[in-house]
């Protein structure tokens, strides 16, 4: 099955700063990779996305990147402010799935702590 | 507010009683999905059904366990005699046909299970 790995756990940076948050995986088969925000009591929540077959793909301070050829894409959040405080987990359809489900393996997240 | 609705919020139980939990999905969503989160994990697949077939399990999902979707609208998770190690977060998403090809899973905001 896929085996997704995130890192950092926790990451603190000043606002304004940028921050970036680092996903691998392990099937080749997987093309699609979103990146989720969860706030606390409320359900993940969709922030980007890439497919396979593109490089990067920018959403105003947000941004994702892919390197298919290493298998790992990473999240990029630039100019921080405190509502983008939260916890973040990257994602990935492994394959072999029944009937094309497409269900998610995620990151175990990062926790972002924008300061003041 | 992504328009899938969970209820209850929060389910406090005792070990050994059962519980349901319900789900209801962006309206014409054909797929659902019910994922299992834990305190600093991300969500893991149990189960997904496309219209009111289910049509994969994860082997996290025990004899204990049972989802259903009659009528292909909303769901029902039930966990028969709880356990401690049953406490975590429940989460349900939906995709919809148009958006299978990116999977694009939106998700409630959870059911909180404690079981005591």
């Known amino acids: 099955g896929e085996n997704v790995e995130q890192h950092p756990s926790t990451l603190s940076v000043q606002e304004g700063d940028s921050a970036v948050i680092k996903c691998t995986y392990s099937d080749s088969a997987s093309n699609y990779f979103p990146w989720y925000k969860q706030e606390l009591g409320k359900g993940p929540q969709l922030i980007i996305d890439i497919r396979s077959n593109v490089g990067e793909k920018k959403d105003q301070r947000i941004a994702v990147t892919l390197n298919k050829t290493a298998k790992h894409f990473s999240l990029h959040i630039t100019e921080t402010q405190p509502e983008d405080s939260a916890v973040y987990f990257c994602?990935?359809?492994?394959?072999?799935?029944?009937?094309?489900?497409?269900?998610?393996?995620f990151g175990t997240g990062t926790q972002l702590k924008v300061e003041l | 507010d992504t328009g899938v609705s969970q209820d209850p919020r929060h389910k406090i139980t005792k070990r050994g009683q059962n519980v349901t939990f319900r789900c209801d999905p962006i309206?014409?969503?054909?797929?659902l999905y019910w994922y299992r989160q834990t305190l600093g994990q991300g969500p893991e697949f149990l189960t997904y059904f496309q219209n009111e077939a289910q049509l994969e399990k994860s082997r996290l999902l025990s004899d204990r366990f049972s989802a259903e979707r009659p009528k292909g609208s909303f769901s029902t998770l039930e966990i028969q005699r709880t356990e401690q190690g049953d406490s975590a977060m429940y989460l349900c998403?939906?995709?919809?046909?148009?958006?299978?090809?990116?999977?694009?899973?939106?998700f409630g905001a959870g059911t909180r299970l404690s079981v005591l």
């Open positions: 998403a939906s995709s919809s046909p148009g958006q299978v090809a990116k999977n694009i899973q939106y």
């Open positions: 309206s014409e969503h054909n797929r």
């Open positions: 994602a990935a359809p492994p394959r072999g799935l029944t009937g094309g489900g497409n269900k998610l393996t």
